[in-house]
């Protein structure tokens, strides 16, 4: 993808990166016969979209509604969500014959490449007129009479409507910045604090030596934190854990603040250890938490307990109860995350409350835009933030 020749340094409309966001704000405002130009400083648009949901991505949840977002102000999100929906975007795919499957009740992934979409996206731009400047480094944006005047490495830019689609800090190698963030903060608007979201989580040194050995094993749980549960996989790692239930709590966990696991949350290990003290009183704890957890898994939690290896008869209710605490309620305290470098996305950004829930432009500063993952709404997984950078795209495209 090669930038778009530009033939005037005026604009209808300029937006400042080509992702998600940006591009359907750069489709909404071509179908508009806006003169539109897009920015960014990578060489090519969609870096993210191609590797997301592992290169097939997860473009959008039918289940999309404001309880699977996260922000400062929960309901900001409606009106966008409203305004262009998950119909919508899958409306676009089926005009393109671009095939998809759903993976989980609601998550829509694409049959073939992420990059499709890409493709998609960006062709339809090219179609209503849109022009690319990449490898654009940005000098400094100022507002004036007319609305803002741009400096980059390649040409000094006027525009009467300003759209900011630069994502959050997720994934510096494909090119996050906080520009964005920087920007915000330049125009006087209140950016709340980011941080990782969607992310594995480390352990410290002491449990390490628990999960470590299970490094590669994958299992069901219920994971809990501050008040809020999620029941999906959970995958032992090297590190600590991940896997979609861990990064689903990621979002919700605050550093320091222990989470709660329970690794059989389909059976109550207590009534169950009762029940077989009268039916099968010579088996081991040992032996009946490997009939119900992965073996390696049992055997670890079983070296916790010296009575592990004791028959259920010779067991009292305590250390039974002891043993079922460990499976249905281990608590564990991450020592931190690994990080913007593997987070799918980041919380926090520009404060909603400064913007147009209709819009997306700053209440404040006429012309003035922000869009996507550089806001404070963050989705849970499962395509529920690839549907908010469509939607808060493309309201503001249509009202630029």
């Known amino acids: 993808m090669k930038s778009s020749q530009k033939h005037s340094a005026d604009w209808d409309i300029i937006i400042i990166g080509a992702g998600a966001a940006g591009l359907m704000a750069a489709i909404a405002a071509g179908k508009r016969k806006k003169r539109v130009l897009v920015l960014d400083h990578g060489k090519k648009a969609g870096a993210k979209i191609a590797v997301s949901g ?16 996260i922000s400062n102000n929960p309901k900001f999100c409606i009106s966008a969500l409203n305004s262009y ?92 910045t906080d520009f964005g963030h920087k920007l915000a903060s330049q125009f006087g608007l209140k950016i709340l604090p980011s941080s990782p979201a969607l992310v594995p989580f480390l352990l410290d040194n002491n449990n390490l030596e628990v999960s470590k050995p299970l490094a590669g094993i994958a299992l069901d749980v219920v994971v809990t934190c501050n008040k809020v549960s999620f029941f999906d996989s959970l995958l032992f790692t090297h590190k600590g854990l991940s896997g979609p239930a861990i990064l689903q709590i990621s979002s919700y966990w605050q550093a320091g603040r222990p ?44 070296k916790q307990f010296s009575f592990a290896s004791k028959s259920i008869a010779e067991c009292s209710k305590n250390q039974m109860q002891q043993c079922a605490n460990r499976v249905n309620r281990w608590q564990v305290t991450p020592s931190g995350t690994e990080g913007y470098r593997v987070a799918e996305v980041s919380r926090g ?9 209709k819009t997306m432009e700053c209440l404040n500063i006429s012309g003035l835009y ?31």
């Not at 592992?54 to 699977?68: I, P």
């Not at 550089?374 to 939607?391: E, K």
Request: include cysteine.
């Open 349 to 357: 950004g520009v404060d909603s409350r400064e913007l147009s829930s």
């Open 85 to 176: 929906t998950p119909w919508d975007f899958i409306a676009l795919l089926d005009n393109h014959n671009i095939n998809y499957h759903e993976k989980k009740i609601g998550q829509l992934f694409c049959d073939g490449s992420a990059k499709q979409i890409v493709q998609l996206l960006h062709d339809s731009c090219l179609n209503f007129g849109v022009c690319f400047a990449f490898e654009s480094q940005i000098k400094f944006v100022k507002k004036n009479r007319t609305g803002f005047l741009i400096k980059t490495n390649q040409a000094q830019l006027q525009t009467s409507a300003l759209i900011i689609a630069t994502g959050g800090l997720s994934f510096p190698k494909l090119g996050a």
């Open 54 to 69: 592992g290169g097939r991505c997860n473009f959008t949840n039918t289940n999309t509604s404001y309880e699977h977002y």
């Open 370 to 400: 922000f869009v996507g993952e550089v806001v404070d709404v963050t989705g849970q997984l499962g395509g529920y933030n690839l549907q908010w950078a469509w939607s808060s795209g493309w309201v503001a495209g249509q009202n630029a």
């Open 259 to 302: 989470i709660q696991i329970d690794l059989l949350p389909k059976i109550d290990l207590f009534e169950h250890l009762q029940k077989n003290k009268i039916v099968k009183a010579k088996m081991t704890i040992q032996a009946i938490l490997t009939s119900l957890l992965p073996k390696k898994l049992a055997l670890v939690i079983a």
